[in-house]
């Protein structure tokens, strides 16, 4: 806006030098009119005219838009309300699945099925709990939720041993943020000593190896402990799945992600690794 103000002061004073300097009357014909004037004073009036008439031009295509910016104005506030109204019902989803979670939970401890450390099923109904879906999968092989099983086995490092004194904090801290990163079609079991076996229903090969890798991260950040310290620990993970087109009984996928978590455990810091089960 300065540069503006000082551009309109310049040319002002331009118009008045030109009009001091051609101050002399003459006579303009124009069609049937006559006219007779100052020429700086005529020069000046057509100058405004000609700016007149520009504006004029102009004010259709600024119309138009201002028009194209007030309709992209509403239609972004239409689409803000829209998400806004799916983040509430996303919300409200998730609150409702976690209560039905935690009432099963709370159906499976008075059962005697879950690990007293974490709350987590225990390691010993793993085995048969894919052998459940593995037969589910062959009955249902046309539903989605069933057209393959994934079998992440979790090994965490540099964490304090299940026995010592402070696991009774730790551990069940490690199984909260895992369980607050899993997808709602997967569930852990734990095996008691630092071993976390985590199943999930219906994802294509590919996204199963998106979501091994975001599991991979999910302990990056240290853990923040009650006396202000912080626990930093090693997250290792291999996975196999079983498909419908490739039929394997429990004890297989089991032992083929357990050697994938092996073979990721020789390569370091990988962060992940996936195999199809029978192939």
């Not at 069933?146 to 801290?173: G, Q």
Request: hydrophobic share 45%.
């Amino acid at each position: 806006m300065p540069i503006l103000v000082i551009f309109a002061l310049v040319i002002s004073l331009l118009a008045i030098l030109f009009a001091l300097q051609n101050a002399s009357s003459i006579f303009i014909n124009f069609l049937v009119w006559r006219f007779y004037g100052s020429l700086a004073l005529i020069l000046l009036l057509t100058l405004a005219l000609g700016v007149i008439i520009g504006l004029l031009v102009t004010i259709p295509s600024i119309l138009k838009r201002g028009w194209l910016s007030s309709r992209r104005k509403h239609q972004l506030s239409q689409l803000e309300e829209e998400y806004q109204g799916q983040a509430q019902d996303a919300s409200s989803q998730k609150k409702r699945l976690e209560l039905m979670q935690a009432s099963q939970m709370q159906l499976l401890s008075a059962l005697a099925l879950t690990e007293s450390k974490t709350g987590l099923l225990e390691h010993h109904s793993l085995s048969q709990v894919l052998t459940h879906i593995l037969d589910k999968m062959k009955l249902q092989a046309d539903a989605a939720g069933y057209r393959s099983v994934c079998l992440f086995v979790m090994d965490v490092e540099k964490a304090p041993d299940a026995d010592a004194v402070n696991s009774s904090m730790i551990w069940p801290m490690i199984a909260d943020r895992l369980q607050r990163h899993l997808s709602p079609r997967s569930w852990l079991h734990f095996d008691g000593k630092h071993r976390f076996y985590c199943v999930t229903l219906g994802m294509a090969i590919e996204a199963a190896a998106d979501y091994g890798e975001f599991l991979s991260t999910v302990l990056d950040e240290p853990l923040n402990l009650v006396d202000g310290s912080e626990l930093a620990v090693k997250l290792m993970i291999g996975g196999a799945m079983a498909s419908n087109s490739r039929p394997v009984s429990s004890q297989q996928l089991l032992t083929e992600a357990e050697k994938t978590l092996e073979k990721s455990s020789l390569w370091g810091r990988s962060r992940f690794r996936l195999v199809e089960a029978g192939t």
